[in-house]
T-cell receptor, first 115, second 114 residues
């Protein structure tokens, strides 16, 4: 079965420190990869996506993720986090077998930024 | 421009009752998908609709149904509610074709079944 694994359920980190949130997926076909962020009591916001082309993708607020096909990973990184980055982060995949649009999500990683 | 809107924001029902949740997509988006997010877990795909037709269904019982209207808004219905149906129900809209992958989520409807 197709799946997404987020390797850490919680990641505590101090403000201005670097962070990496890990994501692995299982697939034997082409995939589209996403990171969504969810702030408390809110819906999901698209943070960044990999559809094709450059394997390194960036968001407007300093996050980046790298698609690694050989390791089937799409880890999210930020060199210096802020208190406002505290949220739940979800890695998701759409398998590129037609216009399904079915997002498969990981279990989520809670990023806790401490002052 | 308005984003995806959902109503109601919160809902409390008792076991056995029926509930209808509503979603209005972003203007110009013709595809709507529904997801269930149980507390502490990632969202699970329930349905996808495009041009009023069901285009995808997740692993949910027949108690769950949905429809899409000519204006592309959508309703999700859940019959015979169970305690385990308590969750945040998210609606997402997107364009069709290659842009289908870019889905935009609404704030969700929080359903509590007692």
């Amino acid at each position: 079965a197709q799946s997404v694994t987020q390797l850490d359920s919680q990641v505590p980190v101090f403000e201005e420190a670097p962070v990496e949130l890990r994501c692995n997926y299982s697939s034997s076909v082409s995939v589209y990869l996403f990171w969504y962020v969810q702030y408390p009591n809110q819906g999901l916001q698209l943070l960044l996506k990999y559809l094709s082309g450059s394997t390194l993708v960036e968001s407007i607020n300093g996050f980046e993720a790298e698609f690694n096909k050989s390791q089937t990973s799409f880890h999210l990184r930020k060199p210096s986090v802020h208190i406002s980055d505290t949220a739940e982060y979800f890695c998701a995949v759409i398998h590129g077998s037609g216009n399904t649009g079915k997002l498969i999500f990981g279990q989520g990683t809670t990023l806790q930024v401490k002052p | 421009d308005a984003g995806v809107t959902q109503s109601p924001t919160h809902l409390i029902k008792t076991r056995g009752q029926q509930v209808t949740l509503r979603c209005s997509p972003i203007s110009g988006h013709k595809s709507v998908s529904w997801y269930q997010q149980v507390l502490g877990q990632g969202p699970q795909f329930i349905f996808q609709y495009y041009e009023k037709e069901e285009r995808g269904r997740g692993n949910f019982p027949d108690r769950f149904s949905a429809r899409q209207f000519p204006n592309y808004s959508s309703e999700l219905n859940v019959n015979a509610l169970l305690l385990g149906d308590s969750a945040l129900y998210l609606c997402a809209s997107s364009l069709w074709g290659p842009a289908l992958q870019e889905q935009y989520f609404g704030p969700g409807t929080r359903l509590t079944v007692t």
